[in-house]
């Protein structure tokens, strides 16, 4: 960990508000500020980093957050930054970016398009885009920062900025955990984020009380066999085979095994094996992604799995030291998200109260992971929520809707949201959460 002397950077100088107070007031200060946020935007977006490697896209914000006067400590947990501003007695809420990009190479066409190239682990040359909406992230954080800033005098309490690396290898807030961040920071008493959704119209946002994320496993399978000529396949065991009958074999945990109404998904989403046409391989490669909200049916996918790939083995005479070997990625697993329902039915009131109730939806769990869930899951049981920014185009959805004609998904390398409206929301939403849960508290 880093900590940075102020005195480094020059101060920001932020632009003096006349608007009247209320919902209103907020709307037009960050309508003054969406200037600078979008070329702030504009920046991110251009020079993004890939998980692990966020080094600069950390200083960027660690000089943000110190220009506003907030106490910086950056390389907390690799790339990550830690901000506090505290401004008297009451609740410390903690809100949440995350800052790593993708491997994918950017092909929106947008004249601002990512034309960064990087190595991969593989030391193959690959593009690098936020093509998970990060970087709307991260300028709604420094926005909402600055909002907060200026309205010092509207709460008290203390205010924790965390910028989490390495969210797309399930690392960063692990990390951040891992080297104090609730004991040498502070401990918040709420934690927010936001995410932006590729099919929420931008000016909206989505809300899931409860469950929002899932739980997300990695599992490798090795099946073995014993390999051969192609034209002999009776003198052989053959391992594609057996691989093919244990695919199916797969989806029988989902429609035999766990409850109907336990969601679970289990995908094998790529297959490995063999040389030649007349080479009956000695072995083949498996890689399963497992999704789930309940950690029971986790637990009871993987033991499924491993009860499966044993049984298909015998079945074919296989001796034990030939048996399937199942490895699961227990460092880079991912508990479910589970928004704290009290938090998400007041985040949803205060967001209701700056953008009109017909803007905020209410969101289904989806079976996409996110790492923000950790933040829950810590021995201090903090209450959590996160909720989705709405990223389309207006226009682009309506014609979507019209026509059926599926929109660019995240970690697509056509994802473009609509950076302005989203930014503006982003900032809106976030500020009105933080402040209603600064008075809230401040006021039982």
């Known amino acids: 960990m880093k900590k940075i002397n102020l005195w480094l950077y020059a101060p920001l100088i932020l632009l003096p508000l006349s608007a009247p107070s209320g919902a209103s007031s907020l709307k037009v200060s960050v309508t003054q500020s969406m200037p600078q946020l979008e070329q702030l935007y504009l920046q ?100 909402t920062a600055k909002q ?3 309205a010092k005098d509207s709460w008290q309490g203390t205010l924790m900025m965390v910028a989490q690396p390495a969210e797309e290898v399930g690392a960063g807030a692990k990390a951040m955990l891992k080297e104090g961040l609730y004991s040498q920071f502070a401990k918040p008493d709420h934690v927010l984020g936001l995410h932006v959704s590729a099919s929420v ?54 429609s035999r095994e766990i409850s109907p109404l336990k969601p679970s998904v289990i995908t094998v989403g790529s297959m490995h094996g063999g040389s030649k046409h007349n080479i009956i391989s000695n072995e083949v490669k498996l890689q399963l992604t497992l999704r789930s909200y309940d950690r029971a049916v986790r637990n009871q996918q993987i033991a499924a799995i491993k009860r499966l790939s044993q049984g298909i083995a015998v079945s074919a005479g296989l001796p034990e030291s030939l048996y399937p070997v199942v490895h699961v990625h227990e460092q880079e697993s991912i508990p479910s998200t589970y928004n704290n329902p009290a938090l998400a039915v007041n985040v949803q009131k205060f967001i209701e109260q700056e953008l009109g109730k017909a803007q905020v939806e209410k969101s289904d769990p989806v079976m996409a992971g996110e790492d923000f869930g950790l933040y829950g899951r810590t021995d201090e049981a903090v209450p959590i929520t996160i909720f989705w920014l709405g990223g389309v185009n207006p226009a682009q959805l309506k014609h979507s809707k019209e026509t059926g004609q599926s929109l660019p998904s995240l970690h697509s390398s056509q994802f473009a949201p609509d950076y302005p409206l989203a930014l503006a929301t982003g900032v809106r939403t976030m500020t009105a959460s933080a402040l209603g849960l600064f008075n809230k508290e401040n006021t039982l």
């Open 44 to 143: 991110l977006h251009q020079a993004p980093e890939l998980s692990l490697k966020e080094e600069k896209t950390g200083q960027v914000l660690a000089k943000e957050l110190m220009q506003l006067g907030f106490e910086v400590t950056s390389d907390v947990g690799g790339y990550g930054v830690v901000g506090l501003f505290k401004n008297g007695k009451g609740p410390t809420v903690m809100i949440r970016t995350d800052t790593d990009g993708l491997p994918i190479t950017e092909q929106t066409g947008k004249s601002y398009a990512s034309k960064v190239t990087t190595l991969d682990q593989h030391n193959n040359t690959v593009g690098v885009m936020h093509g998970c909406g990060h970087d709307i992230h991260m300028a709604s954080f420094i926005g």
């Open 201 to 254: 119209e931008a000016g909206k946002v989505a809300i899931a009380p409860g469950y929002a994320l899932a739980n997300v496993d990695s599992v490798d399978i090795l099946v073995k066999g014993k390999g051969g000529h192609g034209a002999y396949p009776h003198k052989t065991i053959d391992p594609i085979v057996l691989a093919s009958r244990l695919v199916l074999a797969l989806q029988t945990i989902n």
């Open 148 to 150: 907060l800033v200026e």
